[in-house]
Antibody
Framework: EVQLVESGGGLAQPGGSLRLSCAAS????????MSWVRQAPGKGLEWVAN????????YYADSVKGRFTISRDNAKNSLYLDMKYLGADDTAVYSC??????????WGQGNLVTVSS | DIQMTQSPSTLSASVGDRVTITCRAS??????LAWYQQKPGKAPNLLIY???TLESGVPSRFSGSGSGTEFTLTINCLQPDDFATYYC??????????FGPGTKVDIK
């Protein structure tokens, strides 16, 4: 059974940093592009970042470019999102997702990040 | 950047109705379009990918069509479990994915 389990969310100060993790199981993690998607409270879905199976290519939404870094450790079946210079607009539920052909066939349960003083 | 729009933003319907949601892309996406259903507090659920391919386990009352820049999701014979928010997503290139703003289907 495919499972994606996020951790690391919580409260962050404006201008602060946070690292999200996503533990994958039930599939060959190193075969798939992986992504982060976020959803602000009461709002729609926003794609955040993609990473190639071998980690050699990474892409970001303009809203997070230069502040967020996606990475992966295929030996640990884990995906990460390092977030810096957080602002109120970054408050959202962050989910990791498996990209099948670019469509997301499996999602984590989501992890709330709240940016507030 | 590729922008996605959806219409309507809200749709009121009754059980048994046929419902159609439209998604438009600002440029050609080569049919790399997916549809998701999301219920409150839950992760999105993939319904359709590559414009018209039904994801495994998704009821056949859901169907997708379209080409170029205009796409539709149709739900035939709406069921109580179908009241939710629906999103389209383009994935023409791994360098940029975009979701539509969503369409909420609620009970008339």
């Amino acid at each position: 059974e495919v499972q994606l389990v996020e951790s690391g969310g919580g409260l962050a100060q404006p201008g602060g940093s946070l690292r999200l993790s996503c533990a994958a199981s039930g599939f060959t993690f190193s075969d798939y592009w992986m992504s982060w998607v976020r959803q602000a409270p009461g709002k729609g879905l926003e794609w955040v970042a993609n990473i190639k199976p071998d980690g050699s290519e990474k892409y970001y939404a303009d809203s997070v470019k230069g502040r967020f870094t996606i990475s992966r450790d295929n030996a640990k079946n884990s995906l990460y999102l390092d977030m810096k210079y957080l602002g109120a607009d970054d408050t959202a539920v962050y989910s990791c997702a498996r990209a099948k052909l670019g469509d997301f066939d499996y999602w984590g349960q989501g992890n709330l990040v709240t940016v507030s003083s | 950047d590729i922008q996605m729009t959806q219409s309507p933003s809200t749709l009121s319907a009754s059980v048994g109705d046929r419902v159609t949601i439209t998604c438009r892309a600002s440029q050609s996406i080569n049919n790399w379009l997916a549809w998701y259903q999301q219920k409150p507090g839950k992760a999105p659920n993939l319904l359709i990918y590559k414009t018209s391919t039904l994801e495994s386990g998704v009821p056949s009352r859901f169907s997708g069509s379209g080409s170029g820049t205009e796409f539709t999701l149709t739900i035939n014979c709406l069921q109580p479990d179908d009241f939710a928010t629906y999103y389209c997503q383009q994935y023409n290139s791994y360098s940029l994915f975009t979701f539509g703003p969503g369409t909420k289907v609620d009970i008339k």
